[in-house]
């Protein structure tokens, strides 16, 4: 469990430190790996290609999808919480398709094809697991999502992704601000 922990700490340190209260487009270094997008703290979102920027909608948003056809590889859609004062707006559930595959998470509960699975759960080409620290999910199609049960949560996608998602981690193209969503 150390070496998960350890990667964990340094993405939420590294996101920490990211800042951004709106989108930024000049003058940044991408301090994440350019096939990764995440959201943390209050409302704010990295897309895959750098960009930093602070949306604060406390509804059901399309984090990132494979926008290719009408047959889409992936889906991840998440709700967030409307937050308060004193607390940072949270992630409450993720929804996420892969290929024919629909994974429903909460704080509490992973929910597969309908059916409620403990955790560790393997099954062909999925791994669905869960730590003190957060919940991952792993799947041969190309991508690994972490979520700290709370405000952050990051997805790492393979590059055939590449100029094919739509969402709030925006198109990833390898170009900052350009035609993003």
């Not at 993405?11 to 995440?38: D, K, M, Y």
Request: with cysteine; hydrophobic share 35%; aromatic share 10%.
């Amino acid at each position: 469990m150390g070496l998960p922990l350890a990667r964990l700490a340094a993405v939420c340190l590294a996101l920490s430190l990211a800042g951004g209260s709106e989108l930024q487009t000049e003058g940044r270094t991408r301090n994440h790996g350019h096939n990764v997008c995440s959201t943390w703290g209050n409302f704010h979102y990295k897309t895959f290609d750098g960009d930093v920027f602070r949306f604060p909608g406390p509804c059901d948003y399309n984090f990132a999808s494979d926008c290719r056809g009408s047959y889409k590889e992936f889906a991840v859609h998440l709700k967030r919480g409307p937050g308060q004062a004193e607390a940072p707006a949270g992630v409450e559930s993720i929804l996420l398709t892969i290929k024919d595959d629909t994974i429903y998470l909460t704080r509490h509960l992973a929910v597969l094809n309908g059916a409620v699975v403990s955790t560790p759960h393997y099954s062909p080409g999925l791994l669905i697991e869960k730590s003190d620290a957060y919940t991952k999910v792993y799947s041969r199609a190309g991508l690994t999502l972490m979520w700290n049960r709370e405000d952050a949560l990051m997805l790492e996608l393979d590059t055939k992704f590449r100029n094919h998602t739509c969402g709030l981690c925006g198109d990833y193209n390898g170009l900052q601000s350009y035609s993003e969503f």
